[in-house]
């Protein structure tokens, strides 16, 4: 059986740590070439290294998503190594403790918040979508959280930039789908990358949420096993669509 994703390029935004990196090994395994666009050098040339080494092909390039000028650095550099690009996966961002309540929350810090996972994931489709329209098509993957179907209390700033990612996914969806570009978005419960694990090995009650759920808390691989079925063909009618991750019911609820 052929690799599901051979003969495709695909470039992973923060791809050296966390789900980036796991979704960046298994694109590889199923056969994509892959650019991993992060800003963490040691860590990006760290995963690119793994990849190479065991046998799949991986380029690194310095990147930061909210800057147009690395974007557009890490698009030519990348074709130039692989092709055009097939695939996005956007993925970097996150949260972090600075973010608060409506009342607590700095400017500075939503701000920046916006800038890295809403203005960074409209920027990186900005400038790689008119390679894809060229190429014939393509697939783009967002990265929304739970956070933005549910609310969560101090998470003003992500929630936002979260919710307007999913709104994103579906104006995108429709606008491209005569370039037969899909756009799609995953939404992750909590996950058990090693930033997360040290939280929870800080404070057990906040890794008690994932141990609720009825399937547990994610692994990092779990969401890119979801990453391949939006990359791949096998989703060829799929597009607009957020795939949650997620289990939803709690244990004993
Ligand atoms: N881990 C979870 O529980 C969880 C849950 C829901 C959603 N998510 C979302 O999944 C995505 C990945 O989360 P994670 O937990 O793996 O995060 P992480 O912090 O472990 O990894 C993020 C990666 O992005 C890189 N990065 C940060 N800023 C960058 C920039 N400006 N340009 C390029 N790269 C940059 C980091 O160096 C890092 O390698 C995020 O969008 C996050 O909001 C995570």
């Given at each position: 059986m052929s690799k599901r994703m051979q003969g495709k390029t695909a470039l992973i935004t923060?791809?050296?740590?966390g789900i980036g990196r796991s979704v960046a090994e298994l694109f590889a395994a199923e056969g994509a070439s892959v650019i991993i666009a992060e800003i963490n050098d040691a860590l990006g040339q760290e995963v690119t290294e793994s990849i190479n080494a065991s046998g799949g092909r991986a380029f690194f390039q310095h990147t930061d998503v909210t800057e147009p000028d690395s974007v557009s650095a890490t698009i030519e550099a990348g074709h130039k190594e692989f092709?055009?690009?097939n695939v996005l996966y956007n993925n970097a961002g996150g949260a972090n403790q600075q973010d608060s309540t409506l009342v607590g929350v700095t400017f500075d810090h939503f701000w920046r918040t916006m800038k890295l996972d809403l203005f960074g994931t409209f920027l990186c489709s900005r400038l790689v979508v008119p390679q894809m329209q060229a190429a014939g098509g393509g697939s783009i993957i967002h990265t929304t959280s739970m956070t933005a179907f549910i609310g969560r209390p101090n998470r003003t700033a992500y929630t936002a930039a979260k919710g307007g990612i999913l709104a994103m996914t579906r104006s995108m969806a429709v606008e491209l789908a005569d370039d037969n570009i899909r756009v799609n978005a995953i939404a992750p419960t909590r996950t058990l990358t090693e930033r997360v694990k040290q939280k929870n090995r800080d404070n057990p009650e906040r890794a008690a949420y994932g141990d609720s759920l009825i399937m547990g808390a994610a692994e990092p691989i779990d969401v890119a096993y979801a990453a391949v079925y939006l990359a791949?063909?096998?989703?060829?009618?799929?597009?607009?669509q957020t795939m949650l991750v997620h289990s939803d019911y709690r244990r004993g609820a």
């Open positions: 923060g791809g050296g740590g092709g055009p690009i791949s063909d096998e989703s060829r009618v799929v597009s607009g």
